[in-house]
């Protein structure tokens, strides 16, 4: 780990020597003195179907065009069931156990972490983005009023589909990280009063997440994003057993001060993702890096959009947003 150089007799901030992306970002996580703030960002790369592809998508724009502290493998190479598929309620039942050996799906995403480390050794965090259960089951349904239709008046045959994702899920989530991730980055969707209530989410949501994510134990990077625009359910995320927490924070809410209050986990999040950080300014990206700055002193926080920046933002801006971090006052 780098040294601290100096005294601190009057309680000033120390001089901390430069890091590796790895040692920033677990420092971060720690709540560690750190050289400067972590950054990411990210969009979809929709690689078509290939863990290679995959990977060099993710070296290219998290390695070698931004330098951003996380490589994030992002959810490009979908869950092996057809999305939309399901046209009744029987049709639940076709959910079966995965072998890992015979799904592409798990091939190739756990190739693609044995790509990047092997590209990137052990300076730099590396995450794969896994849909919760509950998120799974509803790209699976026809539509969303079809899944919470069949939640409600078929919860049983619901309930046995969402065992069996999870069941999978955790197997994917250990073969990740025995690929060499560091963790996952695991998005609740449905985690929202939009959707449905707190207490249908304690009954289908909640159960099946934690179930998955027992896969992730490995993990020291697991992160959870609590995906919505609005009336989220954040404080049921709280005590997942992860160590950062992902949301949007300038759309949904809380805030990151507000989320301080609630929970001692690391923060990620700080800029708009269908703001400036996609359409600039540049003045607005740095404002709002700044605020963010300043509603968490820095610590336990890493800076990254609430969500996907849209797929066609022009890089000049993530260029932009990348620049800035350099010159953040910490503290």
Known sequence: MPKIQGSNPAGRRLQVDYMTRTERVQAAVSGA??????VCFWHHFQPEGSGRAMAAATLRFFDEEFDLDIAKVMPDLPYPFPKNSIASVDDWRLFEPIDPEQSRF???????????RDVLGFDTPIIMTVFSPLAEAMYAARDREQFLSHMQEHPVV???ALATIADNLAVHLRDIISAGADGVFFALQGCARTIMTEEQYREFGRPYDLMALRGAAGGWLNIVHVHGEKDL????????PVQVLSWSDRIAGPSLREARVKTSKCLMGGWNEFGALSQGPEDQIAAEAKDAMSQTGGRKFILANGCSVPDETDHRWLEAARAIVEDLAIG
């Open 33 to 38: 003195e750190i050289d400067r703030i972590p």
């Open 106 to 116: 798990f091939r190739e995403r756990a190739e693609s972490i044995g790509l990047l």
């Open 158 to 160: 619901v309930h046995e």
């Open 233 to 240: 359910m954040f404080d049921q995320a709280l005590d997942y």
